[in-house]
């Protein structure tokens, strides 16, 4: 009985222990990317409190990265200029080209907040792209100033999801007001918040949900980008055949 007792008390313990023993996550695949500019964003910026700014002022909108190889599901997207959004603000982005993981988001550590962003945030991020995401906010425009407005507010939207604790409902995310306790959320000021908070509230689970994936990689800054549909992918792998069937033609 008490070799029972005593069998009994080392599986719980084990059992409390394995969050403890948790490795990180195995990454999907690797991207070489460097920071080449922005897409739609206003260039006045906003004032963010959050991600250690307090009251610095930033831009928020489209991070363009300029993307030359790939391992694993890093293939998938094509070696070129793709768009993205910041998801820490204490990181810069970088000025040279790294390798960076390719991610689950749910999964990504934020290591600002010594946290990963978690299933409901990373679906709350699903649902505002898979709703309110314009591809038009990506390339070297121009833009015009409601595209910019936009692609600012909803920077503030992500990072509204990543940096605040999570409301008891939608209606409880405000861009404006820091709701979490010591100096571990957001607000922002000189944004459209009403169109920020409007697609935050709307975050009800039955809106469409974007296939998405993290950039991530420790000592510079992360992002979240769209996994190409299965048809722009087809078409990607199809340019890939008729230019490598152009350089095998023979010279005449």
Request: aromatic share 10%; hydrophobic share 40%; charged share 20%.
């Amino acid at each position: 009985m008490r070799k029972m007792k005593t069998l009994a008390i080392i599986i719980v313990a084990v059992v409390l222990a394995l969050p403890c023993l948790a490795v990180e996550a195995t990454p999907l695949g690797t991207v070489d990317i460097v920071h080449s500019g922005y897409g739609a964003y206003d260039e006045h910026g906003l004032k963010v409190w959050g991600g250690g700014h307090y009251g610095t002022w930033v831009y928020g909108g489209v991070y363009m990265l300029d993307k030359t190889d790939g391992t694993g599901e890093g293939n998938i997207w094509p070696n070129d200029s793709l768009g993205s959004f910041c998801i820490e603000l204490h990181e810069f982005a970088p000025d040279e080209t790294l390798t960076y993981d390719v991610v689950v988001l749910e999964d990504v550590e934020n290591s600002f907040l010594g946290e990963t962003i978690g299933n409901v945030k990373a679906d709350y991020l699903r649902e505002l792209w898979g709703r309110f995401y314009d591809s038009a906010w990506v390339g070297d425009g121009p833009f015009c100033d409601a595209q910019e407005r936009d692609a600012e507010a909803f920077a503030a939207a992500v990072w509204e999801i990543i940096y605040e604790d999570l409301p008891q409902s939608p209606l409880g995310w405000d861009v404006t007001v820091d709701g979490t306790p010591c100096s571990n959320g957001f607000c922002a000021r000189h944004v459209d918040a009403g169109t920020a908070n409007s697609w935050l509230h709307a975050l009800d689970g039955t809106g469409p949900k974007a296939d998405l994936r993290a950039f991530a990689r420790d000592g510079a800054q992360d992002y979240i980008v769209e996994v190409p549909e299965p048809a722009t992918v087809a078409l990607l792998g199809f340019g890939a055949v008729v230019s490598l069937l152009r350089r095998r033609r023979p010279v005449v």
